[in-house]
């Protein structure tokens, strides 16, 4: 449905995005991840017509960016991450001035009102002036606003900023519904996030796509090494010395504290290896106390941390 081909834009001699080119299908929900600086709102704001490339093509099946903006915003909601919002307005003043602007009738823009308030748990802010809700309420009123005229493809940046985690799960929820029919875009920080919603994950840095997939291919590419939690009873700097000196522990780092004598470890060690044996030897000469040890998966956060690791 959109392809990107080469995409690039330069500020001076800086370039944000740096030849960039992926398709995006209809009916995908796409995570798209990178850290401060990486050219997502670049991109975000080049997928919505608000800013032109310096060289490559959007498509959105065949319409083009740049000849046919109008018409492909027609097409698109977003949800930026500063969500600008009229703050004199109240809630359904704003929601139908956003429907005027984009040309909606009456019949209709009542019809999409009413849905999109009961859809993003409006109802009990209705007629309050925006400038008295909280982050959170904001938040839905920005959603609302992008979902109102049925749009074909959604872009949200930060969707879930300033909720509580029972909404959080709410606009998840919502969001994987949307994506049965819609083709969704999905900018966000939050691993977990991105993980429970999303079918397919960009990770962008420095300008330039350095890993995609689903969260599973992801993670599975990155297993070059296993992860394991051990939670141990005995002097901390001893216990870093002499466990990172065994086999196959590539590292070891602090974790969690409970006390001022246990602690929770990390452990980085060989693929396939198994060093449960020589760790409970070493805790016996050592007289320290083993009281939890486990095999962690990797996250797509420690894919996230390989890739855009400078």
């Not at 099946?61 to 027609?74: F, G």
């Not at 509580?164 to 819609?182: A, H, T, W």
């Not at 993980?195 to 960009?202: E, K």
Request: proline share 3%.
């Amino acid at each position: 449905m959109i392809k990107i081909k080469h995409l690039t834009k330069k500020y001076d001699d800086l370039a944000a995005v740096d030849d960039i080119s992926l398709e995006i299908n209809e009916g995908e929900i796409l995570g798209f991840l990178g850290p401060n600086g990486a050219g997502k709102t670049t991109t975000m704001k080049i997928l919505t017509g608000f800013m032109a490339p310096t060289k490559g093509t959007i498509e959105f099946d065949d319409l083009d960016i740049v000849e046919d903006s109008i018409k492909i915003r027609e097409k698109i909601g977003y949800l930026p991450e500063n969500n600008p919002l009229y703050e004199d307005m109240k809630v359904y003043e704003y929601l139908a001035f956003i429907g005027r602007v984009r040309g909606m009738d009456r019949s209709t823009l009542l019809k999409r009102m009413k849905e999109m308030i009961e859809l993003a748990g409006l109802k009990n802010v209705i007629k309050q002036p925006i400038i008295e809700l909280s982050k959170g309420y904001r938040q839905r009123v920005g959603i609302a606003q992008a979902m109102l005229h049925d749009p074909e493809i959604l872009i949200l940046d930060e969707p879930t900023s300033g909720l509580d985690p029972n909404q959080i799960v709410e606009i998840r929820s919502l969001i994987k519904k949307l994506g049965e029919k819609k083709t969704v875009i999905l900018c966000s920080h939050i691993m977990q996030e991105v993980q429970a919603t999303c079918d397919r994950v960009i990770i962008i840095a420095d300008g330039k796509i350095v890993g995609q997939g689903t969260p599973q291919e992801l993670t599975a590419s990155a297993t070059g090494n296993d992860s394991m939690y051990v939670k141990i009873k005995g002097d901390a700097d001893k216990i870093l010395e002499e466990v990172g000196k065994l086999d196959n522990v590539v590292e070891i780092v602090k974790a969690d504290k409970e006390s001022e004598d246990v602690r929770g470890y990390k452990l980085s060690i060989m693929s396939g290896s198994d060093i449960r044996e020589e760790l409970f030897k070493l805790a016996i000469t050592n007289n320290w106390s083993i009281l939890e040890s486990k095999k962690e998966a990797v996250s797509l956060e420690d894919v996230f941390r390989k890739l855009t690791k400078n």
